[in-house]
Structures are given as C-alpha cells and as structure tokens.
C-alpha cells in the first residue's frame, strides 16, 4: 500500500487549497479515505472519510461547510479541496486507509494558513 499526498502548501487566511493523495498497492474502489491532519504539538485528528461505494461523505464539525472531500476511483486518486481557510487549519495533512485491519499513511503534506 502506497499513499502519497500533494498539494499543500502557504496560503492566506480565506484562501482555497486542493490536497492529493495517489493510491496505489490495494483495490483502491474497495476501500474507505480518509484524510487527518496533524498540528504542531496535537495530535492527529479525523478530518474527513468517503465511503467506497456510493461515496458517502462525514466530516470532522469544524471541518464542515469549508472542506469537501471527493474521490476518483478511475485515478486512484482521493482529494480535499479546503476553502475559507483560518490559521488553525495549518497541520500536515495525511491520506489513510485501512487495509485488511492495518492503517496506512502518506507522508504527509504540509499546510500553513498565514498572512
């Protein structure tokens, strides 16, 4: 299992981002994404999941009505577009997936909401 994330990057407040993340190594059309992000001295926290199937979406409260996340099972590809951004959204932000009952990560990718 392969995830890699793309996009982040500096941004100012109320600005958009539009996160990547590439799968590769499992049936990618199978399995629930999820995005997290973690900020510096928290911990990780669930910021958005869409289902496999019909593509049902949940989204972490603070999240909600400013994040959306979408999937193209045709590019193996999961995304976060991010709009009216506040510095507390700067984290890393990773792609997850569980596969067989074990977690998988990218790398992450670094967002920073500053002016």
């Known amino acids: 299992v392969q995830l890699v994330e793309s996009g982040g990057g500096l941004v100012q407040p109320g600005g958009s981002l539009r996160l990547s993340c590439a799968a590769s190594?499992?049936?990618?059309?199978?399995?629930?994404m999820s995005w997290y992000r973690q900020a510096p001295g928290k911990g990780r926290e669930l910021v958005a999941t869409i289902t496999s199937s019909i593509g049902s979406t949940v989204y972490a409260d603070s999240m909600k009505g400013r994040f959306t996340i979408s999937r193209d099972n045709a590019k193996n590809t999961v995304y976060l577009q991010m709009s009216s951004l506040k510095p507390e959204d700067t984290a890393v932000y990773y792609c997850g997936v569980a596969v067989r009952r074990r977690d998988y990560w990218g790398q992450g990718t670094q967002v920073t909401v500053s002016s």
């Open positions: 190594g499992f049936t990618f059309s199978s399995y629930a």
